[in-house]
Each structure stands twice: as C-alpha cells, then as structure tokens.
C-alpha cells in the first residue's frame, strides 16, 4: 500500500463536497475526513450519504438533495453551513456519465444532462464564493474528465457538459482570483469506481484501455482523491485556472 501525505493546512477545514456518496465522491470525503478537516457532503441517495458517514471517524455531516433543484442545492450548502462553517474548500466532484445515443436525445434529456453535469457547478460556486470572500480566500476543485479529450463515444451530453467545466473553472479562477480564491479542474481517467466495475468495466474493455494508458496499473478512486487533496491545501497556493490530469497518461 503507498504511503500517502498529511496536509497539515487541511485540518480543521470546512470542506464541502457534492455527490460525495458514494465513488469518487466518497473516496474524497474520507480523504478530507482523514486529513483532520470537517467535511459535509451532498447527495441524492440518502441512505447511502448515512452509511458513509457514520463509516468514518471524524467531523462527517451531509444533507440530502437533488442538486439539479437550484434551491434545493442553495438551502443544502446554508445547512452544512449553519452546522460546520462556511466552506473554505468546495469539491465540485457530482456527476453521471450514463451513456446515451446521439440519435435518441431530445431536447428535454439534454437540458437533464447539463443540470446533472454542469449546471450545479455553478450555482454552488455562487453559494460558496461569498464565505470565502469573507474568510479571505479558499480553494474550489472541479471535477473535469478526459473523456471528451480522448474524443470518447457514446454520450455526447455528457462530454459537453465536461469540456465546459474547463472554461467555467478558468472564467471563476479569473473572478475570484483577485479574493485569493483558487479554481482548478482535476481531469479523472476511467476510475474504477464500483459503477464503473458493474457496468462496463469488462475482461475486453479493460485490456484496450490498459493500452492507451502509459501506466500498466488500473486508477482507483484514492488516487484523484490525493490529487484534490492537494489542491485544496496551502502547498499548492500558487495553482489555479489550470487542469491536474489523473488519468495514466491515457489521453
């Protein structure tokens, strides 16, 4: 097992993370739990944001909401907030990248998509930013994929709504900047999230895949957690409007 490191700058944090459930989403909320931080999370599966929670030692608190319901995100975040803190580190990390064929979108199933994959994003930027402001600065890591940098097929709502979290963290990174407010876009490869290993993680597939990486190893979860982890501490003071790739260098 590696050894990973302890970011002294994370404890006592308040960090907030959406879809934080389960996946990535998880693995990134037992991180920050780890690193001494206060982390709440938001998700629409209640039992499972249950059962997470009281599986980790430490300050663990979440709220459950369908973050494609704008208020129903807003009051979410003034919840956690009421009860950890203002966020001093956002984790933009909800997402599904249900496949779909671009024959049978309509224009209702597309508008669906960016709320699931983009819209929120946003909105919980605009929830945040003014806590951070206060606080004098703060860290917020959007989570990209390299899905539409490698001109992936088969769901092509989902691969808009990714390539456009890169220009919304470099347009934020721009206006929060000035409030030493950081942005950046952490860019997964295919993580082998239990989602992933269900559906589509086949004998077939996972051979191909492993050719197009440079690194013979398959990415578990731990290791963009890491990356966010990073990200959201004082070393990286110094790093915004920019895309950290965790992807084996598979683009």
């Not at 990209?144 to 808009?160: Q, R």
Request: charged residues 20%; proline residues 4%; contains cysteine.
């Amino acid at each position: 097992m590696p050894e990973f490191a302890i970011f002294p700058s994370l404890k006592d944090k308040t960090v907030l993370v959406t879809g934080g459930a389960q996946g990535i989403g998880a693995e990134i909320v037992r991180a920050f739990a780890n690193q001494g931080a206060r982390v709440g999370f938001l998700d629409l599966d209640s039992e499972g944001a249950a059962a997470l929670a009281v599986s980790i030692e430490g300050t663990v608190d979440h709220e459950t909401c369908d973050l494609r319901d704008i208020d129903a995100l807003q009051n979410a975040i003034a919840a956690i907030a009421d009860r950890l803190g203002n966020a001093s580190v956002l984790v933009n990390n909800a997402a599904r990248d249900d496949r779909h064929d671009w024959k049978d979108v309509t224009p209702g199933y597309w508008d669906e998509r960016q709320a699931t994959n983009l819209r929120h994003m946003f909105f919980a930027i605009q929830a945040v930013a003014p806590g951070m402001i206060e606080a004098g600065g703060g860290s917020i890591v959007n989570l990209g994929s390299n899905s539409w940098w490698e001109a992936g097929g088969g769901f092509p709502a989902y691969a808009t709504a990714k390539s456009a979290v890169h220009g919304l963290t470099r347009t934020m990174a721009r206006d929060l900047g000035k409030h030493r407010i950081r942005v950046n876009t952490v860019v997964p490869g295919w993580i082998m999230t239990e989602r992933q290993k269900e559906l589509w993680a086949t004998p077939e597939a996972l051979d191909a895949h492993r050719q197009r990486q440079c690194l013979p190893d398959l990415i578990e979860p731990e290791y963009v957690a890491r990356m966010v982890l990073f990200l959201a501490s004082d070393d990286a003071a110094m790093c915004t409007a920019s895309n950290y790739m965790v992807e084996a260098g598979s683009i």
